[in-house]
């Protein structure tokens, strides 16, 4: 599909955003209806934060815009941390890219 890649490639951007602030270089967006509703970046590193996995970064930025999750593609560039895939347990009916 076209707009998966496109989400794809926002969630690349944001990895490129981590790497170029000396971080991890993974990145994910959340979309809901055609619009991107949260998007972040790993910062672990910069920020010397354990849990700023990227998935969590865009659940806490997609939280500021009061938006139901489900069911919505979330595009991240790796496989899940344990506590970002209970956190997508939490908010069911994920379509993950």
Known sequence: MDS???WMAE???????SRESGG????SVLVAQGKIIG?????RVQKNNPILHAE?????????FGQI????PLCILLYHHAQ???ALLSCTKFREL
């Open 4 to 6: 998966d890649r496109k």
């Open 11 to 17: 969630a690349i951007a944001e990895a490129k955003k």
């Open 24 to 27: 991890i270089p993974i990145g």
């Open 39 to 43: 998007r972040g970046h790993n910062q």
């Open 56 to 64: 969590m970064v865009t659940f806490q930025n997609a939280g500021a």
């Open 69 to 72: 999750y489900t069911p919505n």
């Open 84 to 86: 970002c895939a209970l």
